[in-house]
C-alpha cells in the first residue's frame, strides 16, 4: 500500500460549456487523487475532456460543480491574490507552445514568478543556478528566445514552471511542439526532477511514448474516467509500460465495448 | 446579404473601438475647418476691405489642404490598420469559408465607405459647430462685433472635405488591401508576427545615441546662435542635424534601455523588467516612426507658438486714432458738426505734425547735431545700416502726441525742462527698435541750432495717424513752441478722430468704424480710417495665425495618433504574453499598471526631445525671423506661453488616458494562456 500523501484531490469535477440547447457537458464528474511526488500522466482522444480537466486544474477555467482542493484547500474560492499566489506558487505550469516571453532573456523569464511575488532574481541566484545545471541550459540564461532551440526553449519553459517550488507542475503536451530527441531529453529532465526532488507532476499527454515515463496513467473518454495503468516503476521498464500503454489506447479506440 | 454584413460589421467597428472612429471625425473636422475658412466673418469682412491679399489667401488654402490631406493619410492609415489587426481571425475564416479576396477586400471597402458616411453625418455638424465658434471667438477678439454674425455653411468646403476624406480613407483602406493580399490564410489565425528581440549590439547603439547626443544640441546651438542670419546654408544645416540627431538618437536609446534593464533586472520585482523590455522593444522595432513623431510634436509646438505670438503683436497696437481728416480746418469742421457724425465722435484733435524747416534737412548747415546718438549706436552690433541713415527730418508737436497718447489710455509724455522724445513708426521691425531703445538709454542730447536737448530714454511709437500703412522712419517729440521754430508747415496735418466708446462697445470697432466711414463718403471728404491701415496687418495676423495654430493642432494630432496606434497595435500582437503572465500568477490590476507605464514611458521618450527641441526651435524662432516687437510684455508672453503649455500637457494628459483606458479594456479581456 502506498504510504505517500494526498497533494491533490478532485472530487465530482464537472465542467458544461454552452447553454440550453447547446450544453456540452466536457466534464461528467470525475474524481480522483495525486500523491505527493507522483508523476500521473492523463491521456485520452481528442475531445475526452483531458485539457479541461487540467484547465481547471490551473485555475484557467472554472469547473461547473465538484472540488478541486490542493493541500486541504479548496482551490475554486480562490479569487484576486488568493488566485494569483495559487498560479505563481503552489503551481507550475508548462504549455505545449512553451509561452516564453519572446522580448526577455531566459533567466528573466525564469525569474518572473519570482518578481511577480517579491523576490529579486539577486535574491534567487543559487536556485537559478541550480535548476538551470539541472536542465542544461547554463548557457542559454542570458539569450532571448529567439536565439534558442525548441528543446532549449522547453526546457527554459520548464526551469520557469519550477522556480517557484510549486506543489505540483501540471504540463499540457509538453512535447507536443519537439522533435523526438529534445522530447527524450525533456521527459528525461521530468523524471529526473520527480525522482530527485519528489516533485509531483501532472502531465496531459497523447502520445504514450511520453505518458511511459509516468508512474500511473488516467484514461479520460467522453469527459469520465476510463481506466487507470500502474506502473510498477522499480521493476517495469519504460518500454514495457509503454506495451501495455498502447494496448489501452487500441482498445480506446474501439470504444466502451472493450474496456478492460 | 452582403450589405448586411457590411452595415453589421461597420457598427461592430465603431462601438469597439471610440480611438479609430474618433480619427475619423477629427480627420473630417480638420478638412472643413481649413477649407470654410474663406466663410469666417473676419474673412468675409476683409475681403470687402482687402480682396487682393484674401483672394491670394484663398489660392493659398488649396496647397496647406493637400499638405493636410497628406498628414490626415497618416492618421486614418493607423487608424484602419488598427481595426483591421484587430479582425485578422475574422478575415480568415471569411477567406477558409471560400470567400473570394476580391469580395473580401469589396467587403473592407463597403464598410469603409459605410463608416465614411457614419462619420460624416457625425463629423460635419461638429466641425460646423466648431468653425462657428471660432469665427465668433476670431470676430469677438479682433473686435469685429458679432451682432452682424451669420450662420454659414459653405458647400463647397463640404464637397471637399467629403472628396478628401473618402479619398483618404479608400486610398489607406487599398494600402492595407495590398498587404492582406499578400498574406497567406494560415497567417491569419496567428496573433500576428512579434518583432524579434534583437540582440542589439552595445557598441553599435552606443555610437548611434552618441552621435545623436552630439548632433542634436549642435542643431540646438545653431538654431540659438546662428540661425538669425538666416542664411540659407545655416538653415539647411541647422534643420540636417537636427532631423539627423533625432533619429539617430532613438536608433541608439533602444540598445542604451537594454544595458540599462540589464543592470537593473537582478533587483527587479513584480513586472519591472517586463515592462522595460516592452519599451524597450517599441523603441528598437519603431524608432523611426518615434523620431519621427517627436519631430511632429516639435513642429505643433513651434506653430502653435507662432501663431500665438501672432495674435499677441496684433493685440499689441492699441487703438488711438480712427480716421484721420485731411482739408481745409472749416471744412473739417462743417463734417464734424453734422448731427449723425458728432453723435458717433468721442473726440476730435488737430495733429501737429511736420516737415523741418528748409535749412535743417540732413546735410544742410542747420541739420541737427546727432554725434551722441552716433556714438552710443556705434557701440551696438549691427547699428551700421542705422548709424549710416539717422536723420531727423520730421518733428511732432507735444500737445498733438500727448492727446494720441491720453486716447490710447496711456500717460502724456513731459517734456519740461528743454527736453525732446524720439518717435519711429517703425519701432516695432525687428533690431530697429531694440538698437535705438538701446542707444537712447544713453541719456543722449540732440543739437539744434547750437542748443543740446536732452531726449527721453524712451522710444514712441503709437500710431500717429489712422492709416497705420504710413510710415515714419525717424521724428522728434518737441514742445510746441519748439514745434512752431522748427515745423515747415504751420497748419495741422489733418484732424484725428476718435468714434465713442459706446459706440464701438455696441457694434464692435470694425463695424462702427465701418459706418463712420460710409458717412464721411456720402460727404466726399478726404479721410484715412484705421480699417485700410488694420486690414492688411489683422489680415496678415489672421491668416498667419490661423494656419499656423491649425496646422500645430493638425501635427500634434497626428503625432499622438502615430505614437498611440502603433503602441496598440504592439500590444494586440503581444496579447499572449499578457495571457501567460496571467497564468504566471499576475493580476489584472498589477497588468493594467505595466500598461500604463509602458504608455506612459512610451509617450515620454517622444515628449521629452520634442519638448526639449521645441523649446530651442522657439527660442531660435524668437530671437530670429519672429522676433518680438518693441512693446510686446515679455511677463505677458511667458505667462500665454505657459498657458499654452499646460494646455498642451492637459490635452497630451487626456490623450495618454485614453490609450490607457483603450489598452486596459484589452487586458480585462484577457484569458489565461493555454486556452485559446
Redesign the interface.
Known amino acids: 500500500m502506498d504510504t505517500r500523501k494526498d497533494l491533490l484531490q478532485v472530487e465530482s469535477l464537472t465542467k458544461t460549456y454552452g447553454k440550453g440547447a447547446n450544453q456540452t457537458e466536457a466534464l461528467k464528474g470525475i474524481s480522483f487523487r495525486v500523491l505527493e511526488g507522483e508523476f500521473l500522466g492523463i491521456m485520452g482522444a481528442s475531445g475526452s475532456g483531458k485539457t479541461t480537466l487540467l484547465s481547471c486544474i490551473a485555475t484557467m477555467l472554472k469547473p461547473t460543480s465538484g472540488k478541486i482542493i490542493l493541500r486541504g484547500q479548496d482551490i475554486s474560492g480562490f479569487r484576486g491574490g488568493k488566485l494569483a499566489d495559487y498560479r505563481g506558487k503552489e503551481i507550475g505550469y508548462l504549455f505545449q507552445e512553451f509561452e516564453l516571453l519572446d522580448n526577455l532573456t531566459a533567466r528573466e523569464n525564469i525569474t518572473l514568478p519570482l518578481a511577480l511575488h517579491g523576490v529579486t532574481a539577486r535574491q534567487a541566484e543559487q536556485e537559478i543556478q541550480a535548476i538551470a545545471s539541472l536542465l542544461d541550459i547554463v548557457p542559454v540564461l542570458d539569450k532571448f528566445p529567439s536565439q534558442m532551440s525548441g528543446g532549449q526553449k522547453q526546457r527554459v519553459a520548464a526551469a520557469r514552471a519550477l522556480i517557484s517550488d510549486p506543489d505540483i507542475l501540471l504540463a499540457d503536451e509538453p512535447t507536443g511542439a519537439l522533435d523526438s530527441k529534445n522530447s527524450k531529453i525533456l521527459l528525461d529532465k521530468l523524471a529526473t526532477v520527480n525522482s530527485t526532488q519528489n516533485k509531483t507532476i501532472m502531465m496531459v499527454t497523447h502520445d504514450a511514448n511520453a505518458a511511459s515515463y509516468c508512474s500511473r496513467i488516467l484514461f479520460i473518454q467522453d469527459g469520465q474516467l476510463f481506466h487507470e495503468l500502474r506502473r510498477n516503476v522499480e521493476s517495469e521498464s519504460t518500454a514495457d509500460f509503454y506495451e501495455r500503454i498502447v494496448t489501452v489506447m487500441a482498445q480506446l479506440g474501439g470504444g466502451s465495448a472493450n474496456a478492460l | 446579404m452582403l450589405f448586411k454584413q457590411i452595415r453589421r460589421n461597420a457598427a461592430k467597428n465603431r462601438k469597439g473601438n471610440g480611438l479609430f472612429f474618433g480619427s475619423l471625425v477629427i480627420a473630417i473636422v480638420a478638412f472643413y475647418t481649413l477649407l470654410s475658412l474663406g466663410e469666417q466673418d473676419v474673412m468675409q469682412f476683409l475681403a470687402t476691405i482687402e480682396s487682393d491679399a484674401v483672394g491670394k489667401l484663398m489660392l493659398l488654402l488649396p496647397v496647406v489642404y493637400a499638405v493636410s490631406l497628406f498628414f490626415v493619410f497618416f492618421l486614418v492609415y493607423f487608424a484602419c490598420r488598427y481595426q483591421i489587426d484587430s479582425r485578422r481571425q475574422e478575415l480568415g475564416m471569411y477567406l477558409m469559408l471560400g470567400m473570394k479576396r476580391s469580395r473580401l477586400f469589396g467587403m473592407l471597402f463597403g464598410e469603409t465607405l459605410w463608416n465614411s458616411m457614419i462619420s460624416l453625418i457625425v463629423g460635419l455638424p461638429v466641425a460646423l459647430f466648431l468653425t462657428e465658434g471660432i469665427s465668433l471667438a476670431t470676430a469677438k477678439i479682433v473686435g469685429l462685433g458679432i451682432i452682424g454674425h451669420r450662420f454659414s455653411l459653405s458647400p463647397t468646403a463640404v464637397l471637399w472635405t467629403v472628396c478628401g476624406f473618402v479619398l483618404v480613407q479608400l486610398f489607406s483602406m487599398l494600402i492595407i488591401c495590398v498587404s492582406l493580399g499578400r498574406t497567406e490564410p494560415a497567417d491569419f489565425f496567428r496573433a500576428g508576427d ?1 518583432e ?2 534583437t ?1 542589439s549590439s552595445g557598441a553599435g547603439s552606443m555610437g548611434f545615441l552618441c552621435a545623436g547626443l552630439v548632433l542634436l544640441p549642435l542643431a540646438y546651438y545653431l538654431g540659438i546662435f546662428w540661425l538669425r542670419s538666416m542664411e540659407l546654408t545655416v538653415v539647411l544645416v541647422t534643420v540636417f542635424l537636427g532631423i539627423s540627431g533625432t533619429f539617430l538618437l532613438y536608433r541608439g536609446l533602444g540598445g542604451f534601455w537594454g544595458l540599462r534593464i540589464r543592470r537593473k ?10 515592462t522595460a ?2 519599451v ?2 517599441n523603441v528598437l522595432s519603431q524608432h523611426k516612426s518615434l523620431a519621427v513623431s517627436s519631430l511632429l510634436l516639435m513642429t505643433a509646438l513651434a506653430c502653435i507658438s507662432f501663431g500665438i505670438a501672432m495674435g499677441m503683436i496684433r493685440t499689441v497696437s492699441s487703438r488711438s486714432v480712427d480716421f484721420s481728416l485731411f482739408g481745409e480746418e472749416a471744412q473739417i469742421d462743417a463734417v464734424l458738426s453734422q448731427d449723425k457724425i458728432r453723435e458717433m465722435v468721442g473726440d476730435s484733435y488737430p495733429l501737429y505734425l511736420s516737415h523741418v524747416k528748409d535749412g535743417y534737412y540732413r546735410d544742410q548747415e542747420n541739420a541737427f547735431d546727432t554725434g551722441e546718438m552716433v556714438e552710443a549706436l556705434t557701440d551696438i552690433d549691427g547699428s551700421n545700416n542705422i548709424v549710416e541713415n539717422l536723420h531727423f527730418e520730421y518733428v511732432i508737436a507735444q500737445s498733438s502726441y500727448n492727446r494720441i497718447l491720453e486716447n490710447a489710455g496711456k500717460a502724456p509724455i513731459d517734456l519740461s525742462g528743454g527736453r525732446v522724445a524720439m518717435y519711429s513708426s517703425l519701432a516695432k521691425e525687428g533690431d530697429f527698435g531694440t538698437m535705438i531703445q538701446e542707444a537712447l538709454e544713453q541719456n543722449i542730447s540732440i543739437g539744434i541750432d547750437g542748443t543740446d536737448y536732452p531726449v527721453l530714454p524712451t522710444l514712441y511709437y503709437d500710431n500717429i495717424v489712422a492709416d497705420r500703412a504710413i510710415t515714419l522712419y525717424l521724428g522728434l517729440i518737441v514742445p510746441d513752441e519748439l514745434y512752431s521754430q522748427l515745423a515747415g508747415e504751420q497748419a495741422a496735418y489733418c484732424r484725428n478722430v476718435r468714434i465713442r466708446d459706446e459706440d464701438v462697445e455696441k457694434s464692435g470697432l470694425m463695424q462702427a468704424v465701418r459706418k463712420m466711414g460710409a458717412l464721411l463718403d456720402d460727404i466726399g471728404i478726404e479721410y484715412d480710417s484705421y480699417l485700410g491701415g488694420i486690414g492688411r496687418n489683422l489680415f496678415y495676423t489672421v491668416a498667419a495665425s490661423y494656419l499656423t495654430i491649425y496646422l500645430g493642432i493638425l501635427f500634434w494630432l497626428i503625432a499622438n495618433t502615430v505614437i498611440g496606434m502603433k503602441y496598440l497595435i504592439g500590444q494586440r500582437r ?1 496579447k ?2 499578457y ?9 489584472l490590476p ?1 497588468l493594467c499598471r505595466s500598461v500604463g507605464k509602458q504608455i506612459n514611458l512610451y509617450f515620454s521618450l517622444v515628449l521629452v526631445t520634442a519638448l526639449l527641441s521645441g523649446t530651442a526651435a522657439i527660442f531660435s524662432m524668437f530671437t530670429s525671423f519672429a522676433k518680438l516687437p518693441m512693446g510686446v510684455s515679455v511677463g505677458k508672453t511667458i505667462l500665454l506661453s505657459i498657458a499654452a503649455l499646460i494646455v498642451f500637457a492637459g490635452l497630451e494628459i487626456l490623450y495618454i488616458r485614453i490609450v490607457t483606458r483603450t489598452a486596459c479594456r484589452e487586458i480585462n479581456r484577457l ?5 485559446r
Open positions: 512579434t524579434k528581440q540582440v533586472s537582478p533587483d527587479a520585482i513584480g513586472l519591472q523588467t517586463f523590455r516592452q524597450q522593444e503581444t499572449h504574453r495571457e501567460t503572465l496571467a497564468m504566471l500568477g499576475a493580476d498589477s484569458e489565461p494562456a493555454g486556452r
